[in-house]
């Protein structure tokens, strides 16, 4: 897919992004909510493709494909709401979610995102540094291989490697040695 990049002629046409867009957005603004809160998501990810638009003159195929750049673009926007994403991972930690203020439609959003994690899982995902906790999060949330990762972040496949280990050690250490992945939303 391109970006309307290439010889400069192409460098200001808008369909070719029109495209990127329409590929990726879903994708994008579901990984944003599930960590940050549908209200950020349409901030983070209006601000996301519009930093892509504007930076597509920079983009490199040979450096990885477009999904591994737009992440790597979200990911740095969701770092500037850092603060808010541990305050919410710390207050979900304290006292979990409240079932009587949410509808059918919310319980089914609860269960994909990181407002549905059980309090244990919050503390323990807030308990990582940033760079553990959005290696597992991608891998988690986006499904992105240690590759995509590697593009995304813009560090070494071993980095992503060594991060996602340490990362899930300290979870299912912090769980007591449970394994998150089996039944936290019962």
């Known amino acids: 897919m391109t970006l309307g990049l290439g010889p400069p002629r192409l460098a200001t046409q808008v369909e070719p992004f029109e495209e990127v867009f329409s590929a990726h957005f879903a994708e994008i603004h579901g990984y944003v909510a599930r960590r940050l809160g549908a209200d950020a998501a349409e901030d983070v990810v209006a601000e996301t ?23 790597g673009i979200t990911t740095n926007l969701v770092g500037r709401h850092r603060r808010a994403e541990l305050r919410a991972l710390r207050a979900l930690g304290r006292r979990g979610l409240d079932p009587d203020q949410e ?19 919050a503390r323990a995902l807030a308990a990582l540094n940033r760079g553990e906790r959005d290696v597992l999060l991608l891998v988690a949330l986006a499904g992105l291989t240690h590759e995509e990762i590697a593009q995304a972040l813009g560090i070494s496949y071993g980095t992503v490697g060594s991060r996602l280990s340490r990362a899930r050690a300290k979870v299912k250490d912090s769980l007591g040695g449970a394994n998150p992945m089996e039944d936290h939303h019962g």
């Open 103 to 121: 509808g059918p439609e919310d319980r089914v959003a609860r269960r994909v995102s990181a407002e549905g994690l059980r309090p244990g899982l």
């Open 49 to 71: 493709f519009l930093t892509a638009y504007r930076k597509r003159g920079s983009y490199d195929p040979v450096r990885g494909s477009v999904r591994a750049w737009l992440y």
